[in-house]
């Protein structure tokens, strides 16, 4: 395998990192908005947390899309292997997406139904979040890998480290949807939304730290990659990081900060991302299959390179001008 | 109970049935994304109520089917991984670029504009509104572009090398896959499918208003907010003034488009013959070889355990004279296919006689529409705008049928004479395709069902005067990454006045 193979594949690594990344930071807070929607008020506060996300919800979606797009592209092995190992959680994630994408617009359209709508939307929402965390905890805890196939059986992926996973994202999640409505609300619906994050903000923690120790116990090799010297001195600053973090967290929720405990939230994402990058890299499907064995040839990564080196930037920067343009609080009707 | 047979005509079903619910959005969005933008563009250029007006009014449909289609393609985009990982393990060097090229030149562009368009067009001004609509358009056209060259790619692979994994890999110029033979046509098309599609439902909306203000029930429901219905006489004639105008614009399509539709879709088939003539073959219903000259078959019913058509009613030498310019020419049949390679006829033979019954049933509306036009009757000709709202939905059934015919006449392979479509599919057990085939026809049903019953809805209201486009009490919302503007205490909503 020569050098240049060797980058590229590496490159397209980060690529799918970061649109996974990008897709998590742009869905994950309106995911949790539906996870938190029975604990709203029927009627002004629902509607509010409504509107906070309404913008937003559905072209977040797009990096879903290129995340999925890009693996079959860049990895095409990986993605034969991983999607019908974990078929399960993959359709019950699409269906709660497509469920609650339009129970969000029903809710409005069909008033007649709202109640039903509402119930649509948070449990498309929770199934959405919940099959992601599934499907993570699946893939860390390894997967039966034949030849160039799946080789298990459909239901492999049930185990208690896959549903903790599972309810690991969706606290998270939750807790991104509290901080998000804490920026974009006021008066009683952003008081409630302090009081979630505080609440999610403990679930959380709560959630990395299992999760993270439950990773250690699963395989050897991750044991090694975190715990042996000299890995060591790199990896502990991830959980130190994340400890610094959660310390800032909190100092934001006690001075009533606006933006800054979701940021916060999302630096305590980014470094449980990093963590999962560093059990999982250089394998692509845990302790069976890498990045270079599961990539595309040169041919068609250097293809696809040049377009994504100019597109993303592209991308990200009338996806700025366009959140430039709608800039501002959602609407106070009622408080003013 | 189940094997391995049964786990891939599930899948197969699924995929049929996926595929064949999202394609009814983009195939209206297409069309229905240029319309809107040639109507800014008019309005721009003419300051004329009625193209505000209707932009306005089709802009809210655009927003309902654009997000409809957007959430069934996200579906797609996992399909063929959770269903068809062989093919995808052995494609994805090639198709996965295109698709990942899709996603970057299309999907973020119509998302990241789609915001301005649907709710900016007080915030940013009129021009950059209109470039804004402009590249909604564009991007689903360039969507069109990369999937159907990939669609096309499975019909006639070119450009690509075997390795020893046994994945196809690009060999030689990424231009070649791209533009593979048969590209260019599936496209040109498939693209005017799309714009006829749209024209044939703005047509059957507006004679359907027209039709409606002839029969003077306007004033019946009276409790639907209609502005037109506070007996205002002026917003009656400019209701009335917006429904001649699409209805004028669609029978234009149809004049004109539908002619060019049939030519198009005459090259189309002439370049199958040349790649895929076991496809034709089965369209044609021609199971025999016909050495002097092969006769067209108007109707018949295939009789694939006989292979023969039964009750056919034919024209002599008329096959050979479309197909080769010549009355005389040879044409071979499906007794020269192997069986294990031939397509399944009875769906072939019926999917493209609807799908050109249509066709021609189109042109003669668009004709129709000429001579009431040249008599200076087109508004007032109450048959015509029956027939055109009968023909409203023509063009998604015959957008399918024509799907069905190029999808299904490429079998037994995904990969033509390549790659077989019963060695494509995901190591999955029956159950799970089975029980997961279940959940996506009831969510459809319920999801889809409630989205064409809301476009109904607002198609059958009208046109309202000073449309507002996106309700005012609704939530500000897009499809795209875009926020929308803070949310508007009712009645501060921004109303754009066509006067301003």
């Given at each position: 395998?020569?050098?240049?193979?060797?980058?590229l594949?590496?490159?397209?690594a980060f690529i799918?990192?970061f649109a996974?990344?990008a897709?998590?930071v742009?869905d994950?807070?309106?995911?949790?908005?539906?996870i938190?929607?029975?604990?709203?008020d029927?009627?002004e506060?629902?509607?509010?947390?409504?509107n906070?996300?309404?913008p937003v919800w559905d072209g977040?979606e797009?990096w879903?899309v290129l995340?999925g797009?890009?693996?079959?592209?860049?990895?095409p092995?990986?993605y034969?292997i991983?999607?019908?190992a974990l078929?399960?959680p993959?359709?019950?994630?699409l269906?709660?997406?497509v469920?609650r994408g339009?129970?969000?617009?029903?809710r409005?359209?069909d008033?007649?139904?709202?109640r039903?709508w509402?119930l649509a939307?948070?449990l498309?929402?929770f199934?959405?979040?919940f099959?992601q965390g599934?499907?993570?905890?699946?893939l860390l805890?390894?997967i039966?890998?034949?030849?160039r196939?799946y080789?298990?059986?459909w239901l492999?992926?049930?185990?208690?480290?896959?549903i903790?996973c599972?309810?690991?994202v969706v606290?998270?999640?939750?807790?991104l949807g509290?901080?998000?409505?804490?920026?974009?609300?006021?008066?009683?619906?952003?008081a409630h939304?302090y009081?979630?994050?505080?609440?999610?903000?403990?679930a959380t923690?709560?959630?990395i730290?299992l999760?993270s120790l439950a990773?250690?116990?699963?395989d050897y090799?991750y044991r090694?990659?975190?715990l042996n010297?000299?890995?060591?001195y790199?990896?502990s600053?991830?959980?130190?990081?994340?400890?610094?973090i959660?310390?800032?967290?909190w100092?934001?929720l006690?001075k009533?900060r606006?933006?800054?405990p979701f940021?916060?939230a999302?630096?305590?994402f980014?470094m449980s991302?990093?963590?999962?990058g560093i059990?999982m890299?250089?394998?692509?499907?845990p302790?069976s299959?890498?990045?270079?064995?599961a990539?595309a040839?040169?041919?068609?990564?250097?293809f696809m390179?040049v377009?994504a080196s100019?597109?993303?930037p592209v991308i990200?920067?009338y996806?700025?001008?366009?959140?430039w343009?709608?800039?501002?609080?959602?609407g106070?009707?009622?408080?003013? | 109970?189940?094997d391995?047979?049964d786990?891939?005509?599930l899948a197969?079903?699924q995929?049929?049935?996926?595929?064949?619910f999202?394609?009814i959005f983009p195939?209206?969005?297409?069309?229905l994304a240029?319309?809107?933008?040639?109507l800014?563009g008019?309005?721009?250029?003419t300051?004329r109520d009625v193209?505000?007006d209707?932009f306005?009014?089709?802009?809210?449909?655009?927003?309902v089917?654009?997000?409809?289609?957007?959430?069934?393609?996200?579906?797609m985009s996992?399909?063929?991984?959770?269903?068809?990982?062989?093919f995808s393990?052995?494609?994805g060097?090639?198709?996965g670029p295109?698709?990942?090229?899709?996603?970057?030149?299309?999907?973020?562009?119509e998302a990241g504009f789609?915001?301005v368009?649907?709710?900016g067009?007080?915030r940013?001004g009129r021009?950059l509104?209109?470039?804004?609509?402009?590249m909604?358009?564009?991007g689903?056209?360039?969507?069109?572009?990369w999937i159907?060259?990939?669609?096309?790619?499975?019909?006639t692979?070119?450009g690509?090398a075997i390795?020893?994994?046994?994945?196809f890999?690009?060999?030689?110029?990424w231009?070649a896959?791209?533009?593979?033979?048969?590209?260019?046509?599936?496209l040109?098309h498939?693209?005017i499918a799309?714009?006829?599609t749209?024209?044939?439902?703005v047509?059957?909306v507006?004679?359907f208003?027209?039709?409606?203000?002839?029969g003077?029930d306007?004033?019946?429901?009276?409790d639907?907010?209609?502005?037109?219905e506070?007996?205002?006489d002026?917003?009656?004639?400019?209701?009335t003034?917006?429904?001649?105008k699409?209805f004028s614009m669609a029978m234009?399509?149809a004049?004109i488009?539908?002619?060019?539709?049939?030519?198009?879709?005459d090259f189309?088939?002439?370049?199958?013959l040349?790649?895929q003539?076991?496809?034709?073959?089965a369209m044609?219903?021609h199971?025999?070889?016909h050495?002097?000259?092969?006769?067209l078959?108007?109707f018949g019913?295939?009789?694939?355990?006989?292979?023969?058509v039964?009750y056919?009613?034919?024209i002599?030498?008329?096959?050979?004279l479309?197909l080769k310019?010549?009355?005389?020419?040879?044409?071979?049949?499906?007794?020269?296919v192997p069986?294990?390679?031939e397509?399944?006829?009875?769906i072939l033979?019926?999917?493209?006689r609807?799908m050109?019954g249509?066709?021609f049933?189109m042109?003669g509306?668009?004709l129709w529409?000429?001579?009431?036009?040249?008599?200076?009757?087109l508004y007032?000709?109450?048959?015509?705008h029956?027939a055109?709202?009968?023909?409203?939905p023509s063009?998604?059934?015959?957008?399918?049928?024509g799907?069905?015919t190029?999808e299904?006449?490429?079998?037994?392979?995904?990969v033509?004479?390549?790659?077989?479509?019963a060695?494509?599919?995901?190591?999955?057990?029956?159950?799970?395709?089975g029980?997961?085939l279940?959940a996506?026809?009831i969510?459809?049903?319920?999801?889809?069902g409630f989205?064409t019953w809301?476009i109904?809805?607002?198609?059958?209201?009208g046109?309202?005067v000073g449309e507002?486009g996106?309700?005012?009490?609704?939530?500000?919302r897009s499809?795209g990454i875009?926020?929308?503007p803070?949310?508007?205490?009712?009645?501060q909503?921004?109303v754009?006045?066509?006067?301003?």
């Amino acid at each position: 395998m020569s050098g240049v193979d060797l980058d590229l594949t590496t490159v397209w690594a980060f690529i799918i990192a970061f649109a996974v990344f990008a897709y998590v930071v742009m869905d994950g807070f309106d995911l949790g908005i539906g996870i938190l929607f029975p604990i709203f008020d029927v009627g002004e506060e629902r509607d509010q947390a409504m509107n906070a996300i309404a913008p937003v919800w559905d072209g977040n979606e797009t990096w879903l899309v290129l995340g999925g797009g890009g693996l079959f592209a860049a990895f095409p092995l990986a993605y034969a292997i991983i999607l019908p190992a974990l078929y399960p959680p993959i359709i019950a994630m699409l269906l709660g997406l497509v469920f609650r994408g339009v129970a969000f617009e029903a809710r409005w359209r069909d008033p007649g139904h709202r109640r039903w709508w509402d119930l649509a939307f948070t449990l498309g929402s929770f199934t959405a979040a919940f099959a992601q965390g599934v499907t993570l905890g699946a893939l860390l805890q390894g997967i039966t890998v034949d030849g160039r196939a799946y080789g298990g059986a459909w239901l492999d992926w049930l185990s208690a480290f896959s549903i903790l996973c599972g309810l690991a994202v969706v606290a998270g999640y939750a807790l991104l949807g509290a901080t998000w409505l804490i920026w974009k609300t006021e008066g009683g619906t952003q008081a409630h939304a302090y009081r979630l994050a505080g609440r999610f903000g403990i679930a959380t923690l709560l959630a990395i730290g299992l999760v993270s120790l439950a990773t250690l116990g699963l395989d050897y090799e991750y044991r090694a990659k975190w715990l042996n010297a000299p890995a060591i001195y790199l990896t502990s600053q991830v959980p130190l990081l994340t400890a610094i973090i959660a310390f800032a967290f909190w100092r934001s929720l006690a001075k009533k900060r606006e933006l800054r405990p979701f940021l916060l939230a999302l630096a305590l994402f980014l470094m449980s991302f990093i963590g999962l990058g560093i059990s999982m890299f250089p394998y692509i499907v845990p302790d069976s299959v890498t990045i270079w064995q599961a990539a595309a040839p040169a041919s068609s990564q250097w293809f696809m390179l040049v377009g994504a080196s100019v597109l993303i930037p592209v991308i990200l920067v009338y996806t700025g001008w366009a959140y430039w343009v709608f800039r501002g609080k959602v609407g106070t009707e009622g408080y003013h | 109970m189940f094997d391995q047979a049964d786990a891939l005509l599930l899948a197969r079903i699924q995929f049929a049935f996926t595929v064949s619910f999202h394609f009814i959005f983009p195939a209206f969005s297409i069309g229905l994304a240029s319309y809107l933008a040639v109507l800014e563009g008019l309005w721009l250029k003419t300051g004329r109520d009625v193209y505000h007006d209707l932009f306005q009014f089709w802009v809210k449909i655009f927003a309902v089917a654009f997000a409809m289609g957007v959430v069934s393609g996200i579906v797609m985009s996992y399909q063929f991984g959770t269903n068809w990982s062989v093919f995808s393990d052995r494609t994805g060097p090639i198709l996965g670029p295109l698709m990942a090229y899709e996603v970057l030149t299309a999907f973020f562009l119509e998302a990241g504009f789609l915001g301005v368009m649907l709710f900016g067009m007080d915030r940013v001004g009129r021009k950059l509104h209109f470039t804004a609509t402009c590249m909604v358009a564009l991007g689903t056209f360039i969507s069109a572009f990369w999937i159907l060259s990939v669609n096309s790619w499975m019909q006639t692979p070119t450009g690509f090398a075997i390795n020893e994994a046994g994945q196809f890999v690009p060999a030689g110029s990424w231009w070649a896959i791209v533009f593979n033979p048969s590209f260019p046509y599936r496209l040109v098309h498939t693209v005017i499918a799309a714009y006829l599609t749209t024209a044939l439902v703005v047509g059957a909306v507006g004679a359907f208003q027209l039709l409606k203000a002839r029969g003077g029930d306007r004033h019946v429901d009276a409790d639907d907010g209609d502005p037109a219905e506070a007996g205002d006489d002026a917003g009656v004639a400019r209701s009335t003034a917006a429904a001649r105008k699409m209805f004028s614009m669609a029978m234009w399509m149809a004049a004109i488009v539908a002619p060019i539709q049939i030519v198009a879709g005459d090259f189309h088939g002439l370049n199958t013959l040349e790649h895929q003539p076991a496809k034709v073959m089965a369209m044609e219903g021609h199971y025999d070889s016909h050495p002097d000259g092969a006769p067209l078959i108007l109707f018949g019913v295939p009789n694939p355990a006989e292979k023969r058509v039964d009750y056919a009613i034919e024209i002599p030498k008329a096959s050979s004279l479309i197909l080769k310019h010549d009355p005389n020419a040879p044409l071979a049949g499906l007794d020269s296919v192997p069986d294990d390679r031939e397509p399944p006829v009875t769906i072939l033979f019926w999917s493209f006689r609807i799908m050109v019954g249509i066709g021609f049933a189109m042109l003669g509306l668009g004709l129709w529409s000429l001579v009431a036009r040249w008599r200076r009757q087109l508004y007032d000709w109450p048959w015509l705008h029956r027939a055109a709202i009968g023909m409203g939905p023509s063009g998604f059934i015959a957008v399918i049928a024509g799907w069905i015919t190029t999808e299904v006449g490429r079998q037994p392979f995904t990969v033509y004479n390549l790659m077989r479509t019963a060695e494509s599919a995901s190591p999955l057990a029956a159950p799970a395709v089975g029980a997961s085939l279940m959940a996506f026809v009831i969510v459809y049903f319920i999801v889809f069902g409630f989205g064409t019953w809301y476009i109904l809805r607002l198609m059958s209201k009208g046109v309202l005067v000073g449309e507002h486009g996106i309700d005012d009490e609704a939530p500000i919302r897009s499809a795209g990454i875009t926020p929308g503007p803070a949310q508007q205490a009712k009645g501060q909503a921004p109303v754009l006045s066509p006067a301003e």
